[in-house]
T-cell receptor, first 114, second 110 residues
Framework: DSGVTQTPKHLITATGQRVTLRCSPR?????VYWYQQSLDQGLQFLIQ???????AKGNILERFSAQQFPDLHSELNLSSLELGDSALYFC?????????????FGPGTRLTVL | GQNIDQPTEMTATEGAIVQINCTYQ??????LFWYQQHAGEAPTFLSY????GLEEKGRFSSFLSRSKGYSYLLLKELQMKDSASYLC???????????FGAGTTVTVRA
């Protein structure tokens, strides 16, 4: 158990819908990262927050947005969902914002868009 | 990405040794991580190399050559539970994020 929690574990929804994925980092960690992992692709970095502020952005679609709240939990919002958004979404946390810090991954949310 | 290359698949026999190579762009290189990921599960940290040389942790070792832009993960005395995907990830000085390779799926056969 990494100490990072993600909810829900599974999510099934329809095209065009909007969903919110939630992540709580390890106690004391200030950085949160979001990743997407599809069957045919590796781990794709989406976005990073550090202590409430956006720090780095990857190939995140405009339909996707995220935020980190004062209690350091984070939410990833996915809207106008398409079939291709079906994937495992991982959240990871680390102590600070530098990429040299070990990242601890949550169990993931499996999103299925029908 | 930063052109992080690793083989797609490798197969080995229980008790054997397997070496997973990873190459990357050297410009701005900071350090290199190896993560293990079982199917459908979260990646878990294996090792982190910053300096040249070999670091050993039990049955797993990781090697880095900064000048050659090359690393390998060595898995010894393979066990069935080692069947997983192994991800190479690189940090660069001009980037806050980690760049992940596509992963190498290792299958251990009896």
């Amino acid at each position: 158990d990494s100490g990072v929690t993600q909810t829900p574990k599974h999510l099934i929804t329809a095209t065009g819908q909007r969903v919110t994925l939630r992540c709580s980092p390890r106690s004391g960690d200030l950085s949160v990262y979001w990743y997407q992992q599809s069957l045919d692709q590796g781990l794709q970095f989406l976005i990073q927050y550090y202590n409430g502020e956006e720090r780095a952005k990857g190939n995140i679609l405009e339909r996707f947005s995220a935020q980190q709240f004062p209690d350091l939990h984070s939410e990833l919002n996915l809207s106008s969902l398409e079939l291709g958004d079906s994937a495992l979404y991982f959240c990871a946390s680390s102590a600070t914002f530098g990429a040299d810090n070990e990242q601890f991954f949550g169990p993931g949310t499996r999103l299925t868009v029908l | 990405g930063q052109n992080i290359d690793q083989p797609t698949e490798m197969t080995a026999t229980e008790g054997a040794i397997v070496q997973i190579n990873c190459t990357y762009q050297t410009s701005g290189f900071n350090g290199l991580f190896w993560y293990q990921q079982h199917a459908g599960e979260a990646p878990t940290f294996l090792s982190y190399n910053v300096l040249d040389g070999l670091e050993e942790k039990g049955r797993f070792s990781s090697f880095l050559s900064r000048s050659k832009g090359y690393s390998y993960l060595l898995l010894k005395e393979l066990q069935m539970k080692d069947s997983a995907s192994y991800l190479c990830a690189v940090s660069y000085s001009n980037d806050y994020k980690l760049s992940f390779g596509a992963g190498t799926t290792v299958t251990v056969r009896a």
